[in-house]
C-alpha cells in the first residue's frame, strides 16, 4: 500500500450563508479531510488528507475519490435544507515532495 497527500481549495457561490460553509468544512473534516496543519489553521477553503492506495489504484483514482468526498459533503449540506453551490475546486494528489503551511513576510514600510 503507498500514500499520498492530497490537497482541495474550493470556491462557494458568494450566496453561500456561513452556516453552510460551516457545515460543509465540517463534513469534509468527518471524512478525515484535514483543516488545520500542526495546529495551524488552512486558509478558509483549503483542506488536506493522506490517503492509502492499494497497488492497482493511481492518482487518477485518488483524485476521483477526493471529487467524490466533495460531492458527498456538499450533498450532506443540502440534504440539510442548506443552499449551497461550488463554483469551482482545484484537487491535487502528490506522492513525494514537501507540504506545509507557508509563512508570507509582511513587506517593509517605505
Same mark, same amino acid.
Given at each position: 500500500?503507498?500514500?499520498?497527500? @492530497?490537497?482541495?481549495?474550493?470556491?462557494?457561490?458568494?450566496?453561500?450563508?456561513?452556516? &453552510? *460553509?460551516? /457545515?460543509?468544512? #465540517?463534513?469534509?473534516?468527518?471524512?478525515?479531510?484535514?483543516?488545520?496543519?500542526?495546529?495551524?489553521?488552512?486558509?478558509?477553503?483549503?483542506?488536506?488528507?493522506?490517503?492509502? @492506495?492499494?497497488?492497482?489504484?493511481?492518482?487518477?483514482?485518488?483524485?476521483?475519490?477526493? &471529487? *467524490?468526498? /466533495?460531492?458527498? #459533503?456538499?450533498?450532506?449540506?443540502?440534504?440539510?435544507?442548506?443552499?449551497?453551490?461550488?463554483?469551482?475546486?482545484?484537487?491535487?494528489?502528490?506522492?513525494?515532495?514537501?507540504?506545509?503551511?507557508?509563512?508570507?513576510?509582511?513587506?517593509?514600510?517605505?
Amino acid at each position: 500500500m503507498r500514500s499520498f497527500i @492530497a490537497t482541495m481549495v474550493y470556491e462557494l457561490h458568494p450566496d453561500t450563508p456561513p452556516e &453552510a *460553509r460551516k /457545515l460543509l468544512r #465540517a463534513h469534509l473534516v468527518g471524512r478525515r479531510w484535514q483543516d488545520r496543519h500542526e495546529g495551524a489553521a488552512m486558509p478558509s477553503t483549503a483542506v488536506w488528507i493522506r490517503r492509502s @492506495a492499494e497497488d492497482h489504484e493511481t492518482t487518477d483514482d485518488l483524485h476521483a475519490a477526493c &471529487a *467524490r468526498d /466533495l460531492g458527498d #459533503a456538499v450533498a450532506a449540506v443540502a440534504r440539510a435544507g442548506r443552499s449551497i453551490q461550488v463554483v469551482r475546486a482545484w484537487i491535487q494528489v502528490s506522492g513525494a515532495g514537501t507540504y506545509g503551511l507557508v509563512t508570507v513576510p509582511r513587506p517593509a514600510d517605505g
